[in-house]
């Protein structure tokens, strides 16, 4: 294969597709899907249960990496990475805010939004100052010793928010974040990825909610499998 | 186990390698008479002596290891006896002039037993210098006498000290070493009128003892054809054998302590692979958020190793505190042995981390996605 040119997107997907082997051949969640997304963008994708946002997303976010195609984070050939390079590559430019929070019971909001921070091998003195900024920035200082169990639902995924871009990742992938909150909670988290993309952060998002997708630049509707054009 | 090298480490006091051993019991029915029984003695070993292959030969009464030695009220000639139930008791051993020659025992003063000391001339022996410093401290026991006892109102014979030998270890190391070792020379008829007709036969080889013993097995067939010679055997073997149950105990102990290691490593494995099920959501969150596979394993392995280090301080408290109780059962190690307890401490860490390696590996491969869509 001949060399690429150097390219300025954070994310370029060619011909990505996703299969399951069945026992009478194979059940394809993802076909052909040719996706560009630019630096500073904000993707919303949506479509029905089923139609493999969450696969797609989970692809980007180097979770998955059972799938084929052609897949560049920033120029580097996904396809082409080991294992190691690709945990490496999603360590330093991604932050992944699930639909559950999932946020670790035991460890209060400080260790929570600390722990991305100790995967990247910071310093501890530094990760101090980093999580107690975030903590200041975001509101939540007075929360810093609680648990998750002593928070909402709401608090609890700005925490999860907190702890993906606590890293200064560029690029936040963000499964239905607003799937377990109620409008006012589910509005502050839309206003808070607004915020971020209008500081450069790219955010791409998994979502149903149409007035969710308009925070965002533009949508990307997927059904079983294939992006619509 | 290092109770068994400690035992079978100690230096015995005498030669054991290339020794040939053999029981000869004269029937009273042929041999009614001391001096009967010493004139077959006498032939045979004059015969042995002259096998090729033989370096010496001699008979004892009572062979190391084997389990006897003969118990004999003594007093101090000179000194005014103590009533018979306070006289001290001697360890003796009838044996023949090469014995201490033939099982390398050295001499430390005086001489050995030699051809003048003869059954009509004065009744000699040989003692331990244990026995000589209990009885003669600070004196010169060479030429000191002891004599016997009866009950039977005969005159008690008196015997002079010719010679002083080191104590011998006359039974396993973990027993208590017999005192007041004495020995008596067969041909001088110890204890008369009390015959003494079963003797065992020693010879120092060349070679492989094995090796003479149908050469033996003629000597005393040329001398008296329906004598039956028993139990032949090399003098390593029988002090081999006599280890045979402290063998059996450190085998028992070293089985049930591997079944216990065992039972420990899969309790362990089971646990954590049980605890790493239940952390499944956690160690998907901990890998999307950029744990590598050595950031799951330390997890996982330091979460094992907390539960073995509790049961490791549990453990150490306890063999501390009990440790007593095995002290019936050790030889030249203490029960708080600190080699014994950290080489216990290494192997049950290994073990504790060969428990751990399986289900931390296996968390190492859990599917993210799979796990937080779960």
Redesign the interface.
């Known amino acids: 294969m001949a060399d690429r040119k150097p390219r300025t997107s954070m994310i370029e997907l060619k011909n990505i597709e996703k299969s399951y082997k069945l026992k009478n051949g194979f059940y394809y969640v993802l076909r052909q899907i040719d996706l560009t997304v630019e630096q500073g963008d904000f993707v919303s994708v949506m479509g029905p249960s089923g139609a493999g946002k969450?696969t797609l997303l989970?692809i980007l976010?180097l979770?998955?990496a059972e799938w084929e195609g052609e897949f560049y984070l920033l120029d580097q050939p996904v396809h082409k990475l080991k294992q190691?390079e690709r945990?490496n590559l999603?360590?330093k430019h991604t932050g992944?805010v699930?639909q559950?929070y999932?946020?670790?019971?035991d460890l209060t909001v400080y260790e929570n939004i600390e722990?991305?921070l100790s995967?990247?091998d910071v310093p501890h003195s530094q990760r101090e100052s980093i999580v107690c900024d975030a903590l200041d920035r975001f509101n939540i200082v007075g929360k810093r010793d609680l648990f998750p169990s002593q928070l909402s639902g709401g608090q609890q995924q700005l925490v999860a928010i907190v702890?993906a871009i606590v890293a200064k990742p560029e690029l936040i992938l963000a499964d239905e974040p607003t799937g377990n909150l109620h409008s006012d909670q589910a509005r502050e988290i839309m206003e808070l990825f607004k915020r971020l993309n209008s500081e450069g952060t790219t955010i791409v998002q998994v979502t149903h909610s149409e007035e969710n997708a308009s925070y965002g630049k533009r949508i990307v509707r997927l059904k079983d499998g294939w992006m619509e054009k | 186990m290092r109770s068994l090298e400690a035992i079978q480490s100690v230096s015995l006091g005498f030669r054991t390698n290339n020794i040939l051993t053999a029981e000869v019991y004269l029937a009273d029915a042929k041999y009614p008479t001391q001096t009967a029984c010493n004139l077959f003695f006498d032939k045979l070993l004059a015969k042995l002596q002259q096998l090729p292959g033989v370096r010496s030969a001699a008979i004892v009464d009572d062979l190391p290891f084997s389990g006897g030695f003969g118990m004999n009220a003594f007093g101090i000639v000179g000194q005014t006896d103590p009533p018979l139930k306070d006289m001290p008791i001697l360890r003796s051993q009838i044996v023949s002039i090469d014995y201490f020659h033939t099982l390398g025992i050295t001499l430390l003063r005086g001489r050995f037993f030699d051809d003048q000391d003869g059954s009509d001339k004065e009744k000699v022996i040989v003692v331990s210098d244990e026995f000589a410093a209990r009885f003669f401290p600070g004196q010169d026991p060479i030429g000191k006498q002891i004599h016997d006892v009866n009950s039977i109102g005969l005159t008690p014979n008196a015997y002079t000290i010719v010679g002083i030998v080191p104590a011998i270890q006359h039974d396993r190391p973990d027993f208590p070493r017999a005192p007041h070792q004495v020995y008596f020379l067969y041909s001088q008829s110890p204890f008369a009128p009390r015959i003494t007709n079963d003797f065992t036969l020693v010879l120092h080889t060349q070679g492989d003892p094995v090796t003479l013993v149908n050469a033996l097995r003629q000597s005393i067939a040329g001398i008296d054809p329906t004598l039956p010679l028993t139990s032949i055997y090399p003098f390593d073997q029988v002090i081999y054998d006599s280890f045979a149950s402290r063998r059996l105990q450190m085998t028992l102990v070293g089985a049930f302590s591997v079944a216990a290691l065992v039972l420990a490593i899969v309790g362990l494995y089971g646990v954590l692979s049980y605890s790493v099920s239940l952390r499944k959501r956690e160690l998907s969150v901990r890998i999307a958020l950029g744990a590598q596979a050595a950031n799951i394993l330390g997890l996982v392995v330091g979460q094992g190793l907390k539960i073995a280090g509790v049961g490791l301080m549990v453990g150490i408290i306890s063999a501390l505190t009990l440790n007593h109780l095995i002290e019936w059962a050790l030889f030249g190690v203490s029960a708080a042995d600190p080699i014994s307890f950290g080489a216990s401490v290494l192997v049950l860490v290994a073990a504790a981390l060969v428990a751990c390696l399986l289900p931390a590996l296996r968390a190492t491969r859990i599917d993210p996605i799979r796990a937080l869509r779960e």
């Open positions: 969450s989970h976010g979770h998955d190691k945990v999603r360590k992944f699930f559950s999932h946020l670790l019971d722990l991305p995967y990247r702890r």
